[in-house]
């Protein structure tokens, strides 16, 4: 059967900004040698099979040795505790790329799938701050980066799995522990984005 959810996206990754992998569509070195970054969604809108995803909130990690798209990378996902295990396999088939979709072109890049974690996971904004914590593995805000008129600055036709536009943000702080993954920063000067995105297989 058909599937689709739309929502709310939100990121940060230990890139300085701005990261070199949307600029050069991931075959640039990442400015630490290797990427690490935590991509949180909250689905408004969703179902897979007859299973409602609305209100489900993910988080997919994932760290890669060197350019992304030189591939091996690892990835695993982090699907809010609330949901149920229907709901959590739906997630898993949908963020894992093997559902179809937009995450299936990244499938390739992957070299190890890392598994699934369930913790409280909650995705809040204020204005153009945005803010994911899933329990004690991920908790990182992002801020837009405003143009003149106070409206974000955004890069269109990207080559990005979560969506085409996406607004530049810098990450106030972000810290991940999962998956053998750990990233802990807070100086303002690495790299978010955000974007509101629709996918569908």
């Given at each position: 059967?058909?599937?689709?959810?739309?929502?709310?996206?939100?990121?940060?990754?230990?890139?300085?900004?701005?990261?070199?992998?949307?600029?050069?569509?991931?075959?640039?070195?990442?400015?630490?040698?290797?990427?690490?970054?935590?991509?949180?969604?909250?689905?408004?809108?969703?179902?897979?099979?007859?299973?409602?995803?609305?209100?489900i909130?993910?988080?997919?990690?994932?760290?890669?040795?060197?350019?992304?798209?030189?591939?091996?990378?690892?990835?695993?996902?982090?699907?809010?505790?609330?949901a149920?295990?229907?709901?959590?396999?739906?997630?898993?088939?949908?963020?894992?790329?093997?559902?179809?979709?937009?995450?299936?072109?990244?499938?390739?890049?992957?070299?190890?799938?890392?598994?699934?974690?369930?913790?409280?996971?909650?995705i809040?904004?204020?204005?153009?701050?945005?803010?994911?914590?899933?329990?004690?593995?991920?908790?990182?805000?992002?801020?837009?980066?405003?143009?003149?008129?106070?409206?974000?600055?955004?890069?269109?036709?990207?080559?990005?799995?979560?969506?085409?536009?996406?607004?530049?943000?810098?990450?106030?702080?972000?810290?991940?522990?999962?998956?053998?993954?750990?990233?802990?920063?807070?100086?303002?000067?690495?790299?978010?984005?955000?974007?509101?995105?629709?996918?569908?297989?």
């Amino acid at each position: 059967m058909a599937w689709q959810i739309s929502g709310q996206y939100m990121e940060t990754c230990n890139c300085t900004f701005l990261c070199p992998c949307v600029v050069t569509n991931i075959q640039g070195m990442p400015t630490e040698g290797a990427c690490k970054a935590a991509l949180a969604m909250h689905i408004e809108k969703g179902n897979k099979d007859g299973v409602a995803l609305d209100g489900i909130d993910f988080i997919a990690i994932l760290e890669s040795k060197g350019p992304m798209g030189a591939g091996n990378m690892t990835v695993g996902l982090i699907v809010d505790s609330a949901a149920s295990e229907a709901q959590a396999e739906a997630v898993t088939a949908i963020a894992s790329g093997s559902a179809g979709g937009p995450m299936a072109m990244m499938a390739p890049l992957v070299g190890k799938f890392a598994g699934v974690e369930r913790a409280k996971v909650s995705i809040t904004r204020d204005g153009e701050k945005w803010t994911a914590r899933a329990g004690d593995f991920v908790d990182q805000t992002c801020e837009g980066v405003l143009n003149m008129e106070g409206k974000p600055l955004v890069i269109d036709n990207a080559s990005h799995p979560v969506s085409p536009r996406i607004a530049l943000a810098k990450a106030v702080r972000s810290v991940f522990n999962v998956f053998g993954i750990q990233w802990k920063d807070e100086t303002g000067t690495r790299n978010g984005h955000y974007a509101p995105f629709s996918w569908s297989g």
